[in-house]
């Protein structure tokens, strides 16, 4: 009997564990689905892929980003909020921290050279 009161101790400690890992994953995902979204919304439009149909050497390559200095949240937040050259800024239409959401995914995007699964 207490073979069968350790399996189910440790049964429930797993659960809960688990429970807890996946509240964590689950806060950090709307987040990032949150940016990807935003970024198909009003960025994905130039800048397919993390390309850039307007001015091919101004695109979010980690290369690009890394050789103008940006390569940072907030720097690419920055510009996504007040734009930069002949991109506008879109602070408006991005909302409240939408600028740091879509920044962050592009930051991941550019780090896993915009392989998306």
């Given amino acids: 009997m207490s073979h069968v009161l350790r399996y189910c101790i440790g049964a429930c400690l797993l659960l809960l ?11 950090a995902v709307p ?3 949150q940016g990807a979204v935003l970024f198909e919304q009003h960025c994905a439009g130039c ?9 091919r ?4 390559k980690l290369k690009t980003l890394e050789r103008d200095d940006i390569a940072t949240v907030d720097a690419i937040a920055a510009i996504a909020r007040e734009g ?16 740091q959401l879509v920044a962050e ?3 991941m995007q550019a780090q896993n050279a915009w392989t998306q699964g």
Avoid: F
């Avoid at 564990?17 to 806060?27: K, P």
């Avoid at 050497?57 to 979010?60: E, P, S, W």
């Fill in 17 to 27: 564990l688990s429970l807890g890992t996946a509240e964590a994953t689950a806060a």
């Fill in 31 to 33: 987040d990032a689905q």
């Fill in 47 to 55: 800048h397919i892929n993390g390309g850039n149909i307007i001015r």
């Fill in 57 to 60: 050497g101004k695109n979010l």
């Fill in 84 to 99: 930069r050259g002949q991109m506008s800024g879109y602070a408006d239409v991005l909302g409240t921290d939408g600028d």
């Fill in 105 to 107: 995914w592009i930051l």
